[in-house]
C-alpha cells in the first residue's frame, strides 16, 4: 500500500540553507568601516554608551571582547552578595557611577564594607541599599565625598560619628530606623540636599524634627506610633506630608517659595494641634494645593474669624479638597478658596464619608458669597465631582457650578449606582456634545465634554 504524500514528505530531509560565503550576498558588498577603526575610537564610541550597550558591543566580535577591561566609567553594577564581587580592579582608574546592594540574605555590615570602599575610590555618585529589618548599615556609606543619591530601604542606620558626604542632593529613607541626633547630623552635613524623602521610619515615635535650608522637595509619612511631626524648611517647593491617627502635633514653618502642598490629616481622637495658617499665608506662590482627610476641617477652624482669606493666590492653578458637606463650616471654607483663585483651572471635590446624610444649612446662605468667585467666569476650565450624594447643598452646589462658568470644557462626576438619576438630572442643566460613561474606584463615573 502507497504510503499517503504528507507521511512521504514528513520523512523527507530538510536540507539545510548555507549561509553565503564571503564576498557574496549583498551584505558582503557593503563595506565594514567599523571593524576597521582603531582601539582608540572605538574605546570613544563606547564609553558615550550605557554599560549594558557597551558590553553588548564586546560580544559582537572577538575583536572587541577587550573593550570592557578599557572602559573608563561604569554605568551601574549590582552587588547580591559575597559570591558576587564588584569588578572593580584598583589599578584602572573606572568610574562607577550607581551601586546597588540588595543580598537575598541578612549579611554582615563588614562583608559590605570593602564593597562600599571600593566603589567610592571609583566616585561612586548614586548608592542604592536594601537590607534586610534591622541589619545595620556600615559607618563608612555617610563617608563618601562624591555621593549624590543615596536611596535606604529595610535597615538601620547606626550611630555616627562624622557625615562627610556634603555633595548629598537626594536622601530616600524608606523603612529605615534612624535617631532623631543621626538625621540631624546627615542633614547639617548635607548642605546641598535638596529632595528627602521619609516614609514608615521607625526610631522617631516620640517625635520627627527636619530642619533644612536647602531642601526643595520632601515626601513624609511618619509611622504608625510617631505623635509629632516638626519641618523647618524655608527654601520648600514641594511638600507631601500624610499623618497617622496618633499624631497629635504637627509644626509648619511659612516656606514663601512653596509651589505645590500636599497634606493628608488622618482623624485621630485625640485632640491635634495643628497650625497651618502661618504656612498657607506664606504662600504667595503657590500653584497646586491638594488637602485631604480633616486638612479642611482643622483649616476651617483656623480661618473661622474672618470673612475673607488675607492672602490672595494669584498662581494657584490647580485645588483639590476633601470636605464633609454636613459641616457648614467646611463649605464655608471651600467658597472663600474659590474666593481666593482668581486664576483657578482645575477644581476637584470629594465628599468625605460621613453619618449624616443631609445638612443643616442651605445652599442658598453661600450663593452670594461663592457669586463673588471670579474663577468661576474667568478661568475654570475643568471640574471633578468625587463620591456625589443626593443632598440638596451638593446638587445645588453642582447646578450652580454648571450654570456659572463660561469657558468649562470638561466635567466628570462619580457617584455610587443609587444616585445615578441625580446625577443625570443635575447634568442636563447644560447638555454636551460628548458624554462618556466608565467606573472609577467601583463607582459611576459620568463626563461630559464641551467644545
Given amino acids: 500500500m502507497a504510503r499517503p504524500p504528507a507521511a512521504a514528505n514528513l520523512k523527507r530531509k530538510r536540507k539545510r540553507r548555507r549561509r553565503p560565503k564571503a564576498g557574496k550576498g549583498a551584505a558582503a558588498d557593503l563595506p565594514d568601516f567599523f571593524s576597521n577603526l582603531p582601539d582608540d575610537v572605538v574605546l570613544a564610541i563606547a564609553n558615550r554608551l550605557p554599560t549594558r550597550l557597551a558590553v553588548t558591543l564586546s560580544v559582537l566580535a572577538r575583536r572587541f571582547r577587550h573593550l570592557p577591561s578599557l572602559y573608563s566609567h561604569l554605568d551601574s553594577v549590582r552587588f547580591s552578595g559575597p559570591a558576587s564581587p564588584v569588578p572593580l580592579p584598583a589599578s584602572q582608574p573606572k568610574l562607577l557611577r550607581r551601586l546597588d546592594i540588595a543580598p537575598p540574605k541578612p549579611i554582615k555590615p563588614s562583608a559590605l564594607r570593602h564593597v562600599i570602599n571600593a566603589a567610592a575610590n571609583h566616585g561612586l555618585s548614586e548608592l542604592a541599599v536594601r537590607l534586610h529589618r534591622r541589619v ?28 562627610t558626604c556634603a555633595r548629598l542632593r537626594t536622601l530616600k529613607l524608606h523603612r529605615v530606623y534612624i535617631k532623631q541626633v543621626v538625621l540631624t547630623a546627615i542633614l547639617s552635613a548635607a548642605t546641598g540636599l535638596q529632595t528627602l524623602e521619609m516614609v514608615h521610619c521607625t526610631g522617631l515615635d516620640a517625635g520627627c524634627t527636619v530642619e533644612s535650608l536647602t531642601v526643595r522637595s520632601f515626601l513624609f509619612m511618619p509611622n504608625v506610633e510617631q ?76 480661618y473661622k474669624d474672618i470673612v475673607k482669606l488675607p492672602i490672595t493666590f494669584e498662581g494657584l492653578r490647580i485645588l483639590s479638597v476633601s470636605l464633609n458637606f ?12 474659590l474666593q481666593s483663585c482668581p486664576s483657578l483651572q482645575q477644581l476637584t471635590v470629594s465628599a468625605a464619608e460621613n453619618k ?35 443632598g440638596e447643598y451638593e446638587k445645588d452646589l453642582l447646578v450652580f457650578l454648571l450654570n456659572r462658568t463660561n469657558k468649562l470644557k470638561k466635567i466628570g462626576v462619580q457617584f455610587p449606582a443609587s444616585e445615578e438619576t441625580t446625577v443625570k438630572w443635575a447634568l442636563s442643566v447644560r447638555p454636551a456634545p460628548i458624554e462618556r460613561r466608565s467606573t472609577m474606584f467601583n463607582k459611576g463615573y459620568l463626563q461630559l465634554e464641551y467644545t
Avoid at 138 to 162: H, Q
Avoid at 252 to 271: C, G, N, R
Avoid at 358 to 363: D, L, Q, W
Avoid at 367 to 378: D, I
Wanted: glycine share 4%.
Fill in 136 to 163: 545595620c548599615l556600615p559607618k563608612n556609606v555617610f563617608a563618601i565625598r562624591s555621593l549624590a543619591v543615596l536611596s535606604l530601604n529595610t535597615c538601620s542606620v547606626p550611630p555616627l560619628s562624622a557625615v
Fill in 356 to 390: 449624616m446624610t443631609e445638612a443643616s444649612f442651605s445652599f442658598a446662605d453661600h450663593k452670594k458669597m461663592l457669586a463673588k468667585a471670579s474663577c468661576l467666569t474667568n478661568s475654570l476650565l475643568k471640574i471633578k465631582f468625587l463620591g456625589f450624594k443626593s
Fill in 227 to 302: 505623635r509629632e511631626v516638626t519641618l523647618r524648611a524655608p527654601g520648600l517647593r514641594t511638600i507631601t506630608l500624610h499623618t497617622r491617627p496618633k499624631t497629635q502635633k504637627v509644626h509648619l514653618e511659612p516656606s514663601p517659595d512653596v509651589s505645590k502642598v500636599y497634606l493628608h490629616v488622618a482623624k485621630s481622637q485625640e485632640k491635634v494641634l495643628f497650625r497651618m495658617r502661618p504656612f498657607l499665608d506664606a504662600a504667595t506662590g503657590l500653584a497646586s494645593l491638594t488637602l485631604r482627610g480633616c486638612a479642611v476641617k482643622l483649616l476651617a477652624g483656623e
Fill in 326 to 337: 454636613s459641616r457648614e463650616s467646611e463649605a464655608v471654607f471651600l467658597v472663600k478658596l
